[in-house]
């Protein structure tokens, strides 16, 4: 019967899920990540393709063995993974497949109108049993519609495509920047534009970011960019902590070189207790929850066991990761 593998922490409501939406005829075995490795290798030996969740394949487990082709992630991210070096032993690696795009969309404009809104702060507020005549000054002068403003979006792909279509209602002016350049119709059907990304941290109002981590990304937006950004700007970050350089953020918030920023991701998770980010009443943050919907966990694990089944029927596998 033709088998995929699932490695992993025990989390039996995870994995009677993964065996419930896996096709007919398929059958789904649980290899326990906690193991040492020679245990994981051995009950590995036949394997075609692995579920990781979490999403970290060691090469020197890849190494042992001979039969894989696949390392298959539930998540969007794939940077906890060497892709080049499971590519040379000819080990594709593959993500959700935009499973949780939606969801990490509908966070981002959360966070853009949370973030001008202050509603961190007034959430806060009605828990210490204050009122509208209690909230600081400061608040309202620093409140803001999201109507009407220029958005750049970081990274076109499933995710930021999908927050230029749900700004499409805002009547915002939306930029993007990307490595890729999507066709004219993509741009025409979401209304953005293409311009650098120079250009777009000058002239935009939010700047949201939605770039995979890799060596490329890690640390692109840092003192130089910030420089760049408007004194009123807002920076969103729902994709990976390390893309942003976190001490140039607090310098640039701190000096006023930005407004405000929303952020779901942080370099270091759990963030240390004493980081300055934690204290600044005009920075939200969320715990690296923003694919925390049902919904995604559904798409995503349908993907994960529909990918590895197919090569386990011996077809290609969909939603690649190519390495950079």
């Not at 090569?311 to 690649?320: M, N, T």
Request: charged share 20%.
């Amino acid at each position: 019967m033709p088998t995929i593998h699932v490695l992993s922490p025990n989390d039996p409501a995870q994995l009677e899920s993964l065996r419930r939406v896996a096709p007919e005829g398929i059958e789904v075995k649980w290899v326990n990540s906690t193991l040492p490795l020679e245990e994981q290798a051995a009950q590995l030996q036949d394997a075609t393709a692995v579920i990781v969740a979490p999403s970290v394949f060691p090469v020197d487990l890849a190494l042992k063995c001979p039969n894989l082709r696949l390392i298959q992630t539930t998540s969007a991210g794939t940077n906890m993974i060497d892709i080049p070096a499971l590519n040379e032993l000819n080990i594709k690696v593959a993500n959700n497949g935009g499973g949780n795009a939606v969801a990490v969309s509908e966070h981002t404009v959360v966070l853009m109108v949370s973030v001008y809104r202050k509603m961190h702060l007034q959430f806060q507020a009605v828990k210490n049993r204050q009122w509208m005549g209690n909230v600081r000054s400061e608040w309202l002068s620093q409140a803001y519609e999201l109507t009407g403003k220029t958005i750049g979006i970081v990274g076109l792909g499933r995710i930021g495509q999908r927050v230029a279509r749900r700004l499409q209602g805002w009547d915002c002016t939306l930029l993007y920047h990307d490595v890729a350049k999507f066709p004219s119709a993509v741009e025409e059907a979401l209304h953005v534009k293409r311009v650098p990304l120079d250009e777009l941290l000058r002239t935009a109002d939010v700047v949201t970011l939605h770039v995979p981590l890799n060596r490329h990304t890690k640390a692109m937006i840092s003192d130089r960019e910030f420089d760049l950004m408007q004194p009123t700007a807002v920076l969103i970050n729902a994709c990976r902590g390390p893309v942003v350089d976190e001490a140039a953020l607090i310098r640039a918030i701190k000096g006023k070189k930005i407004m405000a920023a929303g952020l779901d991701v942080l370099e270091e998770e759990p963030t240390p207790a004493d980081n300055p980010l934690l204290d600044m009443d005009n920075v939200l943050i969320t715990p690296h929850l923003a694919a925390f919907a049902q919904e995604s966990y559904e798409k995503s694990r349908t993907f994960a066991v529909q990918n590895t089944a197919r090569v386990a029927l011996g077809e290609e596998p969909e939603s690649v990761v190519e390495p950079v």
